[in-house]
């Protein structure tokens, strides 16, 4: 059975950070590429970051330089540590899992329940 489970969401100031972790289980990890989205009350689901099954990232252009995205092969986990944290970043995050895609579009077939993460001003 599939199982894709996210941790670590919660309240923080402007310019803090948090690190999300996602733990997952059923299907073929090393062969999967993974990743971050996040959606906003009323806003359309959008990708965060993604990382292949060789490595290769990808970034949103508002989250570069601030959000870094990594996976543990051997834990089959996938984290995400946001710094300097806006406002604009509180949204609802999930992990996303995919056999083929590595793109920032939320298309994958894999997904957990959430992780708010709530950024105040």
């Known amino acids: 059975q599939v199982q894709v489970v996210e941790s670590g969401g919660g309240s923080v100031q402007s310019g803090g950070s948090l690190r999300l972790s996602c733990a997952a289980s059923?299907?073929?990890?090393?062969?999967?590429?993974m990743g971050w989205f996040r959606q906003a009350p009323g806003k359309e689901r959008e990708g965060v970051a993604a990382?292949?099954?060789?490595?290769?990232?990808r970034y949103a252009v508002s989250v570069k330089g601030r959000f870094t995205i990594s996976r543990d092969n051997a834990k089959n986990t996938l984290s995400l540590q946001m710094n300097s944290l806006k406002p604009e970043d509180t949204a609802m995050y999930y992990c996303?899992?995919?056999?083929?895609?590595?793109?920032?579009?939320?298309?994958?077939?894999?997904w957990g329940q959430g992780t708010q993460v709530t950024v105040s001003s």
């Open positions: 990382i292949a099954h060789d490595g290769y990232i």
């Open positions: 059923g299907f073929g990890w090393n062969l999967y590429c």
């Open positions: 996303a899992a995919d056999r083929i895609d590595w793109s920032l579009q939320p298309r994958y077939t894999y």
